[in-house]
């Protein structure tokens, strides 16, 4: 039957471990007393009949009157509710009884699922929908970048005619700066007159600092940061890699550098050229995780650079870690085509 192929969760570590076994995890929110739930709730079924797949395509639903703490987690504001999470990340979502919406999209990811692995161990890969990182993540996390609340970054002492704005930092794509061939070989590029660039430069010194808000409470685990600087024949001119960052969490704004100057970091960290891996010119900043449990803001403070250069100049930003609370979410409502709605 199909009803067999769907999934009811009853707790959050199974929920957790479903998102980590499959590629892509389709799930109903819905409630007993929604109409419009129990309407669409065959096509459902059809869907997951078709589509699903072990070790790949999984179906489940959630009952968000037994399952609170969960619907608060995944920001559930109106019945029904549908995701898709791929990889382990949420990468579309549907409000509303809603059927040729839901089956169109449920399709169209289904497509994409051949080109998908669940991951050895049913680790994640990269996050926010396939979004490029230079390493896979440890096993039990992945990529919370998605989580950045990109309207409330902040970057003191950038240099915007050599380099672009912070949202750039989590841009999806790989940074140009790997080229063609996608290794960096140490040699980035710096872009041809006119070229968009997607990277940031520090602007008078070697000093930048990067203020990155979430939409979620976060544990975070490890960064990776991108740095891709171009050789340059005039050394005075060089633009370096960082090489001292002072790490700051949970401040409701960015720091000044003669506040943070005189503030004790949450972590220091050094950055030696042994650090920097030569096929992605990417470091891993391992944290201290126990300093890292409930984040809602980062400052990234560089302190210098490494060598005598002028600039540094980071590329890309990836936050590994784990997702938590979200930190809104409205009363719970029905939508649909019920009578009386």
Not at 88 to 103: I, N, P, T, Y
Not at 202 to 214: A, E
Not at 224 to 236: K, N, V
Request: hydrophobic share 40%; glycine share 10%.
């Amino acid at each position: 039957m199909s009803a067999d192929q769907i999934t009811h969760i009853t707790s959050a570590a199974q929920y957790d471990a479903l998102l980590r076994s499959h590629a892509v995890v389709v799930t109903d929110f819905w409630a007993t007393w929604c109409g419009p739930c129990r309407a669409i709730a065959p096509l459902y079924e059809q869907l997951a009949a078709a589509l699903a797949r072990p070790g790949r395509i999984a179906f489940c639903k959630i009952d968000t009157d037994a399952q609170k703490p969960l619907a608060q987690h995944h920001n559930i504001s109106a019945m029904p509710t549908f995701t898709i999470h791929k990889q382990g990340r949420e990468v579309k979502r549907v409000q509303g009884a809603d059927g040729k919406r839901l089956s169109d999209m449920v399709k169209m990811i289904a497509a994409e699922a051949d080109s998908l692995t669940a991951g050895e161990g049913g680790g994640s890969s990269s996050g926010s929908g396939g979004a490029w990182t230079a390493r896979a993540p440890p096993r039990g996390y992945s990529d919370v970048s998605g989580e950045v609340d990109a309207q409330g970054l902040d970057l003191m002492n950038g240099d915007m005619d050599a380099g672009a704005g912070p949202r750039v930092l989590f841009d999806a794509a790989a940074p140009s700066g790997l080229g063609a061939g996608g290794t960096a070989k140490g040699k980035g590029k710096a872009a041809a007159e006119g070229a968009a660039r997607d990277w940031v430069e520090s602007d008078t010194d070697d000093q930048l600092m990067l203020y990155v808000p979430f939409q979620a409470v976060l544990k975070i685990h490890t960064l990776q940061l991108t740095s891709l600087p171009p050789f340059a024949d005039d050394a005075d001119d060089e633009v370096m890699r960082p090489r001292t960052l002072h790490l700051y969490v949970n401040h409701a704004h960015n720091l000044g550098f003669e506040e943070a100057a005189d503030m004790e970091p949450t972590q220091k960290v050094e950055l030696g050229k042994d650090d920097w891996d030569s096929e992605t010119g990417t470091a891993v900043v391992e944290l201290r995780f126990v300093r890292f449990q409930k984040v809602s803001s980062l400052v990234v403070f560089v302190v210098d650079g490494d060598g005598d250069g002028d600039k540094v100049r980071l590329d890309r930003l990836r936050i590994i870690g784990d997702t938590g609370e979200k930190k809104a979410m409205g009363k719970l409502e029905k939508i649909g085509d019920e009578q009386g709605e």
